[in-house]
């Protein structure tokens, strides 16, 4: 069965404390790894997609990672802005399969 | 911005009803995607539409339904709604249905059923 495990739950940082967001996945057929950032009560936004392991893309804080089991969330000097839930995702013929997500939290 | 519009934004009714909601994707996505995200659930996947033709099925109950209509606008359809039921209803849009494809999610809409 296709799956997602995100971890930690959830996270507290303080501005500028670097970390890392972990997505375990097991899917028949990788067809890409999404994260998405919600914000409550709103919508997923698009952040990255990932197709094969050892691509690496960046967007200002954040940079994403993705092995043959695993992606990271790499986000570094965060600011409080950065504060959502992120979403990992793995696509599984069409559809999205989520993980539960990490609340980020990022105190000033 | 993500260009996916939902409406209504928020609902509120009671056990027993019926309501629609609806759906107009990224100008030129042909797929839509229905999801339901409640508070202990992370999001689940309900359903897939492209250009009118119902390709994927996910855990959607038999009291929900859904179509896809000519101009690609989307209704989800709940009935017979139960207290659980409560939850965002997602509407997602993509211009294809394969991998490259990346699905953006429009607002949402709040179902509260009393």
């Known amino acids: 069965e296709d799956q997602v495990t995100q971890s930690p739950e959830a996270l507290r940082l303080q501005e500028g404390e670097s970390s890392s967001l972990n997505c375990s996945y097991t899917?028949?057929?990788?067809?890409?790894l999404f994260w998405y950032r919600q914000d409550p009560g709103k919508g997923p936004e698009f952040l990255f997609t990932l197709y094969s392991a050892g691509e690496e893309k960046e967007k200002e804080r954040l940079k994403a990672t993705l092995t043959k089991k695993e992606s990271f969330l790499h986000i570094t000097a965060p600011k409080p802005e950065d504060s959502a839930t992120y979403l990992c995702a793995v696509r599984n013929q069409g559809n999205l399969i989520f993980g539960k997500g990490t609340k980020l939290s990022v105190k000033p | 911005d993500s260009g996916v519009t939902q409406t209504p934004k928020h609902l509120i009714t009671a056990t027993g009803q019926r309501v629609t909601l609806r759906c107009s994707p990224r100008?030129?996505?042909?797929?839509v995607y229905w999801y339901q995200q409640s508070l202990d659930q992370g999001l689940q996947f309900l359903i897939q539409?492209?250009?009118?033709?119902?390709?994927a099925k996910g855990n959607i109950l038999e009291r929900f339904s859904a179509q896809q209509f000519p101009d690609l606008h989307s209704e989800l359809n709940l009935s017979s709604l139960e207290l659980g039921d409560s939850a965002l209803y997602f509407c997602?849009?993509?211009?294809?249905?394969?991998?490259?494809?990346?699905?953006?999610f429009g607002e949402g809409s709040w179902l509260t059923v009393v």
């Open positions: 100008s030129g996505d042909l797929s």
């Open positions: 539409y492209y250009n009118g033709e119902e390709r």
């Open positions: 997602a849009s993509s211009p294809g249905q394969g991998a490259g494809n990346t699905i953006y």
């Open positions: 899917v028949s057929g990788l067809r890409g």
